[in-house]
Nanobody, 119 residues
Framework: QVQLVESGGGQVQAGGSLRLSCTAS????????MEWYRQAPGKQREFVAH???????HYEDPAKGRFTISRDDAKNTLYLQMNSLKPEDTAVYYC?????????????WGQGTQVTVSS
């Protein structure tokens, strides 16, 4: 069973920065679509950004221009650099991987890391 472990969350003031990391227990980062989601209190989990197997990033509107998703295949680690943080970015951030072998879809979630942005 693949495990994804997030880290890097914490409390920061508005305008500050954090870098989240997601480390996989196996070498799946390079062969998977890797994503970040977040869930604020009382809200549904929402997509933040993903990076394709070829390294192409895609961002949801709230993250555009402020967040950068990247990965280090050698370290089996996914990152999310978050700048210019706002109070509305407060949420638990989750790492998600998706991989298919053509017959079976493999999905894994991390346990989440809390990000709190104070005004």
């Amino acid at each position: 069973q693949v495990q994804l472990v997030e880290s890097g969350g914490g409390q920061v003031q508005a305008g500050g920065s954090l870098r989240l990391s997601c480390t996989a227990s196996e070498s799946i980062i390079s062969s998977s679509v890797m994503e970040w989601y977040r869930q604020a209190p009382g809200k549904q989990r929402e997509f933040v950004a993903h990076v394709s197997r070829t390294g192409r990033p895609h961002y949801e509107d709230p993250a555009k221009g402020r967040f950068t998703i990247s990965r280090d295949d050698a370290k089996n680690t996914l990152y999310l650099q978050m700048n210019s943080l706002k109070p509305e970015d407060t949420a638990v951030y989750y790492c998600h991987s998706i991989k298919s072998d053509g017959l079976t879809l493999y999905e894994y979630w991390g346990q989440g890391t809390q990000v709190t942005v104070s005004s």
